[in-house]
C-alpha cells in the first residue's frame, strides 16, 4: 500500500487522553506515581477542551491510574458523549472496582475496548506492581468485569508485561484469559515512560526486566478479539507490528515508522496542554486555554510537526500502529 504524502494534513482522528499522573501503585517500569504536582483538568474544563474534537475516532484514556480520580465515570460518560469515538480504549489497573464498575454501568457500549494490567500470576504480579496482594484485587475485578460483558458487549483484554519472571507463566496466563473470555496483548515495559520525557531523538530507551529478546519473540502472538472492524483492524496490525519489535527495544535502538503525531494523532496531558508526543511534552497549546483550531494553525503546531517528521523514531507500540493505520503505510 502506498504511503499518505506526509505533508496531508486534516482533523485529529485518534488521541491518547492522559487524564491523571495520579496513582495508587508503585510499578517498577513507571514513575508516574513520583509526581507530586497535579494540573489536572476537571470533568468541566475537559468538556471545553474537547470541544471541537468530535473528529476523533480512537479515543484512548490512560493515566497514571485514571481511576485515582473519583470523577472517572462521570469524565468518561462526557467523553464517549462529546466526541462519539468508534472505539474508546481504557487501561486501568483494576484497583478501584467499584469506580470501574460503576463507569461500565453509565457508558459501557460495542465500542468499548477495556484493557486491565496483569503482570503475571500471584508473587510475580504483585512484585511488579509494587503492592502485596495486588494480584488477588485485580482478579476479582477482572472476573466481576467479565461478568458484565454479555450485557454491554464490550471488548475485553489483558495487558501483560513480558519480563524474565513472568515469561514461564505466559501459558498460565493464556488459559486465565481465556477463561475469562478476555484478549492477552503481551508486551515489553521500556524507560522513559510517561514522565521525565524528552524529544525521541535525545533517547536510548531502556527494556525494564527482560534480558532475552528471541525468547520473548514469539510471545508477542497474543490473541486480540475486540469487537467491531476498527477494533480488529487495529488488533490485527498491533499483532503484527508487536512480534518484530522486542529485538529492537532490548537493544535500545528506535523503531522508525511514518509517525502521524500532531497531523492524525494527538496526544494530551492531564492539564490540557496538546504535545509533540508521549516522549516530547513540549507544547503545541492547550486545549482548554486555546482550543484546537488556534493551536492546528499555530507556529508552535508547525515547527514540533516539523520535529516529528525528522525523528529517527521510538519505541511507542500504539503510536506505531496508529500511525500506520492513518497514514496507509503497513512496512517500513
Not at 497535579?38 to 484512548?60: C, I, N, P, T, Y
Request: hydrophobic share 40%; glycine share 10%.
Amino acid at each position: 500500500m502506498a504511503r499518505i504524502d506526509p505533508a496531508w494534513d486534516g482533523p485529529p482522528r485518534a488521541a491518547h487522553l492522559l487524564v491523571t499522573y495520579r496513582c495508587n501503585l508503585k510499578c517498577a517500569h513507571c514513575d508516574s506515581w513520583k509526581v507530586r504536582q497535579h494540573g489536572d483538568l476537571s470533568v468541566e474544563q475537559w468538556a471545553q477542551a474537547l470541544q471541537g474534537l468530535d473528529s476523533l475516532d480512537v479515543v484512548k484514556v490512560l493515566g497514571g491510574e485514571p481511576f485515582a480520580r473519583s470523577d472517572m465515570p462521570e469524565l468518561l460518560t462526557l467523553i464517549r458523549q462529546a466526541v462519539r469515538p468508534h472505539l474508546l480504549q481504557l487501561t486501568t489497573n483494576g484497583m478501584l472496582e467499584d469506580r470501574l464498575v460503576d463507569a461500565i454501568e453509565r457508558m459501557a457500549w460495542p465500542g468499548l475496548q477495556l484493557r486491565l494490567s496483569v503482570d503475571g500470576l500471584g508473587a510475580t504480579h504483585d512484585q511488579q506492581r509494587g503492592s502485596p496482594g495486588s494480584f488477588a484485587v485485580v482478579e476479582r475485578t477482572l472476573r466481576r468485569v467479565a461478568a458484565l460483558r454479555p450485557r454491554y458487549g464490550f471488548s475485553l483484554g489483558i495487558n501483560f508485561a513480558l519480563t524474565d519472571r513472568s515469561l514461564p507463566e505466559l501459558p498460565a496466563m493464556r488459559r486465565f484469559a481465556a477463561e475469562l473470555g478476555a484478549s492477552l496483548v503481551p508486551g515489553v515495559n521500556v524507560q522513559p515512560f510517561l514522565v521525565g520525557t524528552q524529544p525521541p531523538e535525545q533517547v536510548r530507551p531502556r527494556v525494564v526486566g527482560l534480558a532475552e529478546p528471541s525468547v520473548a519473540r514469539a510471545a508477542l502472538m497474543g490473541d486480540p478479539a475486540p469487537r467491531g472492524p476498527l477494533g480488529r483492524a487495529l488488533a490485527t496490525v498491533g499483532a503484527a507490528l508487536r512480534r518484530g519489535s522486542v529485538e529492537a527495544a532490548v537493544g535500545g535502538g528506535p523503531q522508525a515508522f511514518p509517525c502521524r503525531e500532531l497531523r492524525q494523532l494527538i496526544y494530551v496531558l492531564p492539564n490540557g496542554d496538546l504535545v509533540r508526543c508521549g516522549l516530547d511534552h513540549r507544547p503545541a497549546g492547550n486545549l482548554l486555554r486555546d482550543g484546537l483550531p488556534a493551536i492546528w494553525a499555530s507556529p508552535a503546531r508547525a515547527a514540533l510537526r516539523a520535529a516529528v517528521d525528522r525523528c529517527p523514531g521510538c519505541l511507542q507500540a500504539s503510536v506505531n500502529i496508529l500511525s500506520r493505520a492513518y497514514g496507509g503505510c503497513w512496512s517500513a
